[in-house]
């Protein structure tokens, strides 16, 4: 019974399943499985987006089964060529290493660390001598590697493609070869790398592992998926007052997938407050948001703090900055805060009306602040600025 109620758990949320009847007869023999996840090492800041999948895993984890944590330092010296238009920049070794334990500790927020298996794919792929990654390249075709979207769009629009860029499939479905993998999870984005693993297992003599695809998480534009680069996430590291502020912001009509995919809230809960009163539906979901990744001690002084915003106020605790001297630019100070990492990217906060001093927006790129000032961006980051 329990191993059909967690096949109907994974069913409810999962876009796909290769193939649902092999999965459903490898969850109802008891034995554990050895679960995939593998980790892009050039992104180390998770979010809600990540936790999707995560959360699945952290209950098929309770469940006894392995979860092994790869992490791509080896691939990502590529970088994953996955929705994008043009060649990423890739990471040193050094680099992978260091985002991918990052990454990790971040994880560790959701999944159980103790029973957590981590690897690096650089233990097996950077072994492979060339022959053997001709071996491994004789596996696939050009045609099958360009039936992706992101290939075969970038070719036909002239967009060039690094010959390296094609081995990264290949990379990552070898991963499932090296651990004798029995099933590989990701987004609905990486379907066709799963799959290539699925194939090289086959290839290699191994039984084939099933794949399960989750869906991609909206982001706060209710457009994009969620996503750092695009700054429309919640990262599940950021401070809880930061958490509740976005929680506020999802758009109405994709809150419902929020509650379904981020929570373990049931729809009987969630469903009646959000035909009746949607604000309070934010609420709840960003008390819950907070709870699960802060505590719930935490969530008091960020529905204070959210409250006191939203009504105009600046907060009470907010971080001081001294400047020596009796006058200071504003570019300087908006880089001093941390609100802009250049003078180009001060100038644009303010000619976007995205800065205020003291509650008033302002609209003088060359403004001299002279006496002791607060200093916002947007709605939910102050800054106290002592001038002398």
Not at 255 to 272: C, G, K, Q, S
């Amino acid at each position: 019974m329990e191993s059909n109620n967690l096949f109907e758990t994974i069913e409810r949320v999962a876009v796909d399943i290769f193939s649902r009847e092999s999965l459903k007869k490898r969850l109802e023999t008891g034995e554990p499985l050895k679960i995939k996840l593998g980790a892009d090492p050039s992104r180390p800041d998770l979010h809600l987006g990540h936790s999707v999948t995560l959360r699945m895993l952290r209950k098929m984890q309770d469940k006894g089964h392995e979860i092994i944590f790869v992490i791509g330092d080896f691939t990502g010296m590529i970088g994953d060529p996955s929705g994008l238009n043009k060649t990423r920049q890739p990471l040193t070794l050094e680099e992978t290493r260091s985002n991918g334990q990052s990454y990790f500790e971040q994880v560790s927020k959701i999944l159980d660390p103790a029973k957590t298996r981590i690897t690096y794919n650089s233990d097996w792929l950077g072994k492979m001598d060339f022959a053997q990654v001709l071996r491994l390249a004789g596996k696939y075709t050009l045609a099958r590697i360009m039936e992706r979207d992101d290939f075969s769009n970038r070719y036909a629009s002239n967009q060039p493609i690094g010959l390296h860029e094609l081995f990264y499939p290949l990379m990552q479905g070898y991963d499932s070869v090296a651990l004798n993998a029995d099933v590989e999870v990701g987004g609905t984005d990486q379907t066709f790398n799963l799959l290539v693993g699925r194939e090289l297992q086959k290839d290699y003599g191994k039984k084939p592992q099933e794949v399960i695809t989750f869906p991609l998480l909206p982001g706060l534009d209710g457009v994009e998926k969620m996503s750092k680069s695009l700054d429309n996430y919640i990262g599940i590291d950021e401070p809880p007052e930061i958490m509740f502020e976005k929680c506020m912001k999802i758009p109405d009509n994709i809150l419902p997938d929020y509650f379904r995919l981020t929570t373990d809230i049931v729809e009987d809960e969630y469903a009646n407050i959000l035909s009746h009163d949607i604000r309070q539906a934010h609420f709840m979901y960003a008390r819950e948001i907070v709870k699960i990744y802060h505590g719930t001690d935490a969530i008091e002084t960020a529905e204070q703090r959210y409250l006191a915003i939203a009504s105009g106020n600046a907060p009470g605790d907010m971080q001081m900055i001294s400047v020596s001297g009796s006058r200071a630019p504003i570019i300087e100070l908006l880089k001093q805060a941390g609100f802009a990492s250049s003078n180009s990217d001060a100038r644009r906060l303010i000619e976007g009306g995205g800065i205020k001093l003291d509650g008033k927006t302002v609209s003088d790129i060359n403004l001299i602040v002279s006496c002791d000032a607060i200093i916002s961006r947007g709605k939910n980051r102050f800054v106290k600025i002592h001038i002398g």
